[in-house]
């Protein structure tokens, strides 16, 4: 079955520090991996996507993703953590074998501290 | 802003109601996804649709239904409404390009409280 795991309900961080929002993920086959933000009474808001090439992927505001095959991860990443970077961040990956679903995961809140 | 817009905003409805949803897409994008997000988890898939028709359903009972029309506008229409349907739903459209890569924007959703 496909699955997206994030092992930490809450990241805290302060602001100018890097930050880190991990995934990791369970496909069969390669996999097509996304991230999104949620802001309070929003809907999901577009970061990234992996589906091939490079294994850093580079998205909206500054963040970015590396995909590690053998470690099955897709962690989130950012040089220099902004307090409006405070929001619910999701892992979704999408199944190759039926291109219509996808599953996210529980979703981590990251908290900018100033 | 994603192009995609919801309506009603919140809705109050009681157990055994009817509810229909509305999910305007964006223009060109002829695949549209609902999702139910329970407080405090992530979204679960309802199921999805490409030209007009269902082509693939998440583990919802069949009280969940859907429409989409040729304007880019769909509907979720859930029966017999019960108290664990209190979720924010939310769709999403695609382009539905081939090979699954296209990317889904999310409208801001629909608060659904069932007492």
């Known amino acids: 079955a496909q699955s997206v795991a994030q092992p930490e309900d809450q990241v805290n961080v302060a602001e100018g520090n890097p930050l880190t929002v991990k995934c990791t993920y369970s496909?069969?086959?390669?996999?097509?991996l996304f991230w999104y933000v949620q802001y309070p009474n929003r809907g999901l808001q577009f970061l990234l996507k992996?589906?091939?090439?490079?294994?850093l992927v580079k998205g909206s505001y500054g963040f970015e993703a590396e995909f590690n095959k053998s470690q099955t991860s897709f962690h989130l990443k950012k040089p220099s953590a902004l307090v409006s970077d405070s929001a619910l961040y999701f892992c979704?990956?999408?199944?190759?074998?039926?291109?219509?679903?996808?599953?996210f995961g529980s979703g981590t809140k990251l908290n900018v501290k100033p | 802003e994603t192009g995609v817009t919801q309506s009603p905003t919140h809705l109050i409805k009681t157990r055994g109601q009817q509810v229909t949803l509305r999910c305007s897409s964006q223009?060109?994008?002829?695949?549209v996804s609902w999702y139910q997000q329970a407080l405090g988890q992530g979204p679960q898939f309802i199921f999805q649709?490409?030209?007009?028709?269902?082509?693939g359903r998440g583990n919802f009972p069949p009280r969940f239904s859907g429409l989409q029309f040729p304007n880019y506008s769909s509907e979720l229409n859930v029966n017999a409404l019960e108290l664990d349907d209190s979720a924010l739903y939310l769709c999403?459209?695609?382009?539905?390009?081939?090979?699954?890569?296209?990317?889904?924007?999310f409208g801001p959703g629909t608060r659904l409280t069932v007492l």
């Open positions: 979704a990956v999408r199944d190759m074998r039926n291109f219509n679903k996808f599953y």
């Open positions: 223009s060109g994008h002829n695949t």
């Open positions: 649709y490409y030209r007009e028709e269902e082509n």
């Open positions: 496909v069969s086959g390669n996999p097509y």
């Open positions: 999403a459209s695609s382009l539905g390009t081939s090979g699954g890569t296209d990317t889904q924007y």
């Open positions: 992996y589906i091939t090439g490079d294994n």
